[in-house]
């Protein structure tokens, strides 16, 4: 009787436990934004943001020729021009039109320069030293420079005039000047510049660039002038 009544009592606490209802498992919450939706497809163009450039070392350097832009002189060079310490582009023959806009960036000192940096006309003064009948090592320079311009462009003529101090009778000085400008013609046939471009022509003293009272104003006035035109 004992064992039954210990019997009775299990198969109710069994059956009591599985007639208990299960328990529902706790909803996870969802997070629900309270921002305002932006749509970026309707989004207006704000101002543009201006991003420096920068040099490898972190240097401000906006046309990208290595020098920075606090001590550029010229910042705004075109990007891959050759620029000199400063920052800016060169210009070899000086005429005022930078190497990279210059169609001609050889050309003669002191000429008269077009748009495009080619020269319309070229006016130079070759030295002769005194009592000697050769021009300076210095105008030699220059008149191996000529020679160049020339073979580059063969459009161009050359007309030369010979000058003179006022040492010596006027007949001798003219004579002299012509001998001289027919020099310098021979010269410029040597190094290659045909003769059919050459014109050599004496004026003697009469026409002086200083005063011939002076050595400095004599040595001005023993010159010849060398016109490069088309």
């Known amino acids: 009787m004992r064992h039954l009544l210990l019997f009775v009592i299990a198969l109710f606490v069994i059956t009591g436990c599985a007639a208990s209802p299960k328990e529902e498992p706790t909803p996870k919450k969802t997070h629900v934004s309270t921002s305002p939706h932006m ?3 309707q989004q207006k163009d704000g101002p543009a943001l201006v ?3 920068y040099f490898t070392d972190g240097m401000a350097d906006k046309d990208h020729d290595g020098i920075e832009d606090g001590k550029d002189r010229c910042s705004d060079t075109p990007i891959g021009v050759n620029v000199d310490a400063e920052g800016c582009s060169f210009d070899r023959d000086q005429d005022g039109i930078k190497d990279y806009e210059d169609e001609c960036p050889n050309s003669m000192p002191h000429a008269k320069i077009k748009a495009d940096g080619c020269a319309d006309f ?17 105008s030699m320079s220059v008149l191996e420079k000529a020679v160049g311009f020339l073979k580059e462009h063969p459009e161009y003529k050359v007309k030369i005039i010979g000058h003179t101090d006022n040492v010596g009778d006027d007949e ?5 000047s012509k001998d001289r400008a027919e020099d310098v013609l021979k010269l410029f046939n040597r190094k290659g510049i045909n003769f059919n471009r050459l014109e ?3 004026k003697g003293e009469a026409e002086p660039m200083e005063s011939n009272d002076t ?3 004599r040595a001005l006035n023993r010159r010849i002038e060398v016109e490069l035109y088309q």
């Open 39 to 41: 749509d970026f497809s």
């Open 122 to 138: 070229v006016s130079f003064n070759l030295f002769y030293a005194p009592r000697v009948n050769e021009i300076t090592p210095k």
């Open 215 to 217: 050595d400095e104003g």
């Open 172 to 176: 001798y000085n003219l004579k002299l």
């Open 200 to 202: 050599a022509i004496g």
């Open 51 to 53: 991003v420096p450039s």
